[in-house]
T-cell receptor, first 112, second 112 residues
Framework: GEKVEQHESTLSVREGDSAVINCTYTDTASSYFPWYKQEAGKSLHFVIDIRSNVDRKQSQRLIVLLDKKAKRFSLHITATQPEDSAIYFCAASPDSNYQLIWGSGTKLIIKP | AQTIHQWPVAEIKAVGSPLSLGCTIKGKSSPNLYWYWQATGGTLQQLFYSITVGQVESVVQLNLSASRPKDDQFILSTEKLLLSHSGFYLC???????????FGPGTRLTVL
C-alpha cells in the first residue's frame, strides 16, 4: 500500500524567509495530495492541495509542487509569519479509495 | 454555514470499559464522513469512512467500530478499550472525495 514519508521532523526559519517541507510517496496511482496544518493541541485545518494533472499550485503565500517522476511533493511557504508556526502534515491518496495516507508531520518554527 | 461538533471533548476511561464517541455535522446534507486517530505527537491514521447513511467502511482494524445512524451523525465505539486506544480522535467531513476535509475539534481519550 501507499506510504508517505515526510522528511523534516522540525524546521526552523527566520520570520520573512521561506520554508520548504518535503514529502515522498510510493504509490504511482496516488493522484491527490493535500496539506493540513495543526496548531498545538488543536485540530487540523486544510492548507492547500494539488492533483496529479498539474505540477504547481499557488494560493497567496503557499506554493505546492508535485514531481510525479520522483514521487515527491513539497509545500513552500513564502514570507513566513509568526502565525505560520504549527505542525504541517502532507497526505496522499489514490482518487478511488477514499483513504488518505499521512506523513509524520513537520513542526515549523518561525523565529523572530 | 456548516458546523461540526464532537463529543465528549475529553474522556478518561479504564482498560476494558466500553466507549462511544460522537460527531455531528450541521448545515450540509449527505457529506462524506471520516474518523481519524492521532497518537500523542504522532501522525494520523484514518480509521473509517462513510459516503452514505448506514454504510461505513473500515480502513484499519483497531478493535473499533463505527456507525452512521443518521445522515449528519457518525459514531465511533468499542466494547472493550485497550491502552493503545489512547489518543486524539478526529471526525471530518468533505463534499466529495478529493476535496478539502473539514475537521472537528477532536476528542482526547486517555485509557488507564
Amino acid at each position: 500500500g501507499e506510504k508517505v514519508e515526510q522528511h523534516e521532523s522540525t524546521l526552523s526559519v527566520r520570520e520573512g524567509d521561506s520554508a520548504v517541507i518535503n514529502c515522498t510517496y510510493t504509490d504511482t496511482a496516488s493522484s491527490y495530495f493535500p496539506w493540513y496544518k495543526q496548531e498545538a493541541g488543536k485540530s487540523l485545518h486544510f492548507v492547500i492541495d494539488i492533483r496529479s494533472n498539474v505540477d504547481r499550485k499557488q494560493s497567496q503565500r503557499l506554493i505546492v509542487l508535485l514531481d510525479k517522476k520522483a514521487k515527491r511533493f513539497s509545500l513552500h511557504i513564502t514570507a513566513t509569519q509568526p502565525e505560520d508556526s504549527a505542525i504541517y502534515f502532507c497526505a496522499a491518496s489514490p482518487d478511488s479509495n477514499y483513504q488518505l495516507i499521512w506523513g509524520s508531520g513537520t513542526k515549523l518554527i518561525i523565529k523572530p | 454555514a456548516q458546523t461540526i461538533h464532537q463529543w465528549p471533548v475529553a474522556e478518561i476511561k479504564a482498560v476494558g470499559s466500553p466507549l462511544s464517541l460522537g460527531c455531528t455535522i450541521k448545515g450540509k446534507s449527505s457529506p462524506n464522513l471520516y474518523w481519524y486517530w492521532q497518537a500523542t505527537g504522532g501522525t494520523l491514521q484514518q480509521l473509517f469512512y462513510s459516503i452514505t447513511v448506514g454504510q461505513v467502511e473500515s480502513v484499519v482494524q483497531l478493535n473499533l467500530s463505527a456507525s452512521r445512524p443518521k445522515d449528519d451523525q457518525f459514531i465511533l465505539s468499542t466494547e472493550k478499550l485497550l491502552l493503545s486506544h489512547s489518543g486524539f480522535y478526529l471526525c471530518a467531513w468533505s463534499l466529495d472525495w478529493g476535496n478539502e476535509q473539514y475537521f472537528g475539534p477532536g476528542t482526547r481519550l486517555t485509557v488507564l
